[in-house]
Structure formats: C-alpha cells, structure tokens
C-alpha cells in the first residue's frame, strides 16, 4: 500500500494501545485500584485517540517533568 501516508515517527505501523482480548478481564481488575479522575470531551478524544494509534507514537500525555523540559529548551523529546 505505497499510496498511504507514512506512519508519524518513523514507525513502520502505528502504536496499539489497546487491550487485546485475552486481557481484558486482567486489565478491568487492574483498573478498578486507579483513582477515577474526571476529563472532559478533549481529553477523552485524546485518549481514544492514543489508544487506537491515531496520536503514534505517542504512548500518553506529556508529564509535568517533559513539559516543562520541553519549555525551556524548546525540544519536544
């Protein structure tokens, strides 16, 4: 499929981040010992999209440490 547009990043196919099916009991259990946190229509749209492989190869929003790196040297590593 050479017509495609290359995957973002280098990568040779996006990143899944979904749960595969033999996990999802696994992972629902996991789940329920996380903090419930509160998003709005944005933020879920972003992490649909980071689960689905639209955002590759981001893995997940950026943390506080990388953000504020990313400020002050103007690199987005």
């Not at 979904?18 to 944005?42: H, N, Q, S, W, Y």
């Not at 933020?43 to 999209?49: A, E, I, K, M």
């Not at 929003?61 to 790196?69: E, F, I, N, Q, Y």
Request: proline share 6%.
């Amino acid at each position: 499929m050479s017509d495609l547009i290359p995957v973002h990043g280098g990568l040779d196919a996006p990143v899944n981040r979904t749960v595969p099916a033999d996990r999802i009991d696994e992972f629902k259990k996991e789940a329920t010992g996380l903090e419930a946190i509160a998003v709005d229509d944005a933020d879920l749209s972003s992490v649909y999209r980071f689960g689905d492989g639209g955002l590759s190869p981001l893995t997940g929003p950026m943390g506080k440490d990388a953000w504020h790196d990313s400020l002050d040297t103007g690199s987005f590593n």
